[in-house]
């Protein structure tokens, strides 16, 4: 059966794992060592896996005869070998044997899996301008492309193992990472005209069509507002620009792959800026994967069901995972606060996975349903540690109005202006009768959410479910409702940025009639509990 093999740059690349994790180390000193040890993946590093004599007769012969006379066969390779004045040799082999490499046995995807690493070669290898990171970050952008056309192939190559450089294909993405995301600003920095190199970029790729062009041009404004906005932090405007560029490629799919191999002068590909933008927007959203009560964790939850699922692996490896998920729930359930949760369970897991390194492909891989996959949960929290500043600050999408007058106009009978005192707790059951299907506290939130985004309105979704299901309990008395709607308030969440989302609404009483007028905020209501 004949197996094929990219050896990245130097590396020797197996299916076979080394030590992924070891004894006294962490998910963030792996990173920063591979990340200091990048150079071997695009220069030099290690000779070629077999030496110059075994390499020079098996280019001539196909076979050799043994001291005994006996034919032995010798594997046949067909070997890139690349010599720059820079970085010395590098080697990208397409070797057919009998070892543990990427096995791809379709015809069609093999020839195409060589004609890709002969591109890069071309492309990238070849090129004397380019900076061993600037190789790196290029080669990661075509492999994303490559296997995005060849999804059969994708898990097979991403988990093959470099062993000289103690890590797999996937680690890639994070070494790009971390290249690129001091470069970021720059790029979408908006100079005295209202244009960034982002802008050019992406009008750069307008050629496709007039309709295209167009709706680029709406993108790019709708990005001016978030960019040129003095209320969001520079780390929350890059969580808008993601969800911005999500909405787009979600209405307009057929754009993404001309999108994302569009190059940015100066930085690289759209799709390594695409994915710095993705971690602010993971590190900003790690309450959707760990937040909530220990059984409503999404994390938790993802993970039960791999260890309730057969396939999953072995009756005693589907019980360890159990342990680590019970592990888990006992501390969740006295630990609320997100950022500790994600903490204890990337440092929990990398101890696990020493012992359980045969997980890593089952694990690494789960998607975390509304967020990313439990790699992405990782590599995000290792990430903001790594660059240490990122604050999404105290803004919020909906300012809080001053005034304490409200003038109505009505087509028959002028209303006059009524001053009313903010927070008045004398009225404030009032907010929550329920008539029309609806209260005023409701219709308020339901104009609050109207500039909301997408991510925000998700993250209070559930609770907001939660108000209406006490509101419209007829049961109840209005002191109960109010009770037990201000507890939801307090306690949905103790990420500060979405609690200040929430507290800020602006109340409305009386809505939709003559005498209607700003009541107060969410946390005045709450205040009078």
């Known amino acids: 059966m004949q197996k094929f093999t990219l050896l990245l740059l130097a590396a020797i690349v197996g299916a076979a794992a080394g030590n992924y994790c070891t004894s006294g180390s962490d998910f963030s000193d792996d990173c920063d060592n591979r990340q200091n040890n990048r150079g071997c993946l695009t220069s030099g590093g290690r000779t070629h896996p077999r030496s110059s004599e075994s390499s020079s007769s098996s280019s001539s012969s196909s076979s050799s005869e043994s001291a005994e006379g006996t034919t032995e066969a010798v594997p046949t390779t067909t070997d890139f070998i690349l010599s720059t004045s820079t970085h010395g040799q590098c080697y990208c082999s397409c070797e057919a044997s009998g070892s543990d490499d990427i096995e791809i046995t379709d015809v069609t995807i093999r020839e195409a899996w060589i004609e890709f690493i002969e591109e890069i070669q071309t492309t990238i290898i070849y090129d004397q301008s380019l900076t061993s990171d600037e190789k790196l970050v290029a080669i990661w952008a075509k492999l994303e492309i490559f ?7 994708t898990e097979l190559v991403l988990y093959t193992y470099i ?61 001016t507002v978030i960019l040129e906005s003095t209320t969001y932090s520079y780390s929350y405007q890059m969580v808008l620009v993601y969800e911005k560029f999500v909405a787009f490629f979600a209405e307009y799919s057929q754009y993404t792959t001309v999108i994302l191999e569009v ?49 999953s692996g072995s009756t005693s490896e589907r019980a360890q995972i159990k342990e680590l998920v019970e592990k888990l729930t006992t501390y969740y359930e006295s630990n609320t606060e997100v950022e500790v949760r ?31 996959t439990v790699y992405d949960l990782i590599i995000a929290y290792v990430w903001e540690h790594h660059c240490g500043c990122i604050d999404f600050g105290e803004s919020t999408t909906t ?19 009524t001053t009313h005192a903010t927070g008045d707790c004398s009225t404030v059951l009032d907010l929550v009768i329920f008539q029309n299907n609806i209260t005023d506290l409701s219709w308020s939130i ?34 109960q409702v109010f009770t037990n709607v201000a507890n939801v308030f307090n306690v949905w969440t103790t990420n500060e940025f979405y609690l200040d989302l929430v507290y800020s609404i602006n109340v409305y009483i009386y809505h939709e009639t003559a005498t209607q007028y700003l009541w107060g905020t969410v946390k005045q209501f709450c205040a009078c509990a």
């Open 147 to 153: 296997l995005s056309s060849y999804s059969e192939i």
């Open 163 to 223: 062993e000289e450089w103690d890590g797999y294909i996937f680690d890639i993405q994070t070494v790009v990472l971390y290249i690129q995301w001091s470069y970021t600003s720059t790029v979408v920095e908006i100079d005295a005209s209202g244009d960034c190199i982002l802008f050019e970029a992406l009008r750069n790729c307008t050629a496709v069509d007039a309709e295209f062009s167009a709706r680029i041009e709406i993108l790019i404004e709708e990005l």
């Open 263 to 311: 190059e940015i002068e100066g930085y690289g590909s759209f799709s390594s800026f695409y994915e710095v933008v993705y971690n602010y927007w993971l590190v900003f959203n790690f309450e959707v994967a760990v937040g909530g009560s220990a059984s409503e964790c999404e994390l938790i939850q993802t993970l039960t069901t791999c260890y309730e699922n057969a396939s």
């Open 342 to 372: 994600v903490e204890y369970f990337v440092a929990q897991f990398y101890e696990w996975l020493i012992i359980q390194e045969w997980s890593v492909e089952i694990i690494f891989s789960l998607e975390i349903q509304g967020y990313g």
């Open 399 to 417: 300012e809080a109005l001053e005034s304490t007058t409200v003038e109505v106009e009505t087509s028959t009978v002028p209303v006059e202006t």
């Open 446 to 479: 339901d104009q609050a959410q109207e500039s909301w985004n997408s991510t925000e309105i998700q993250r209070f979704a559930a609770y907001e479910k939660r108000i209406f299901v006490v509101e419209s309990n007829t049961t109840a008395t209005r002191e």
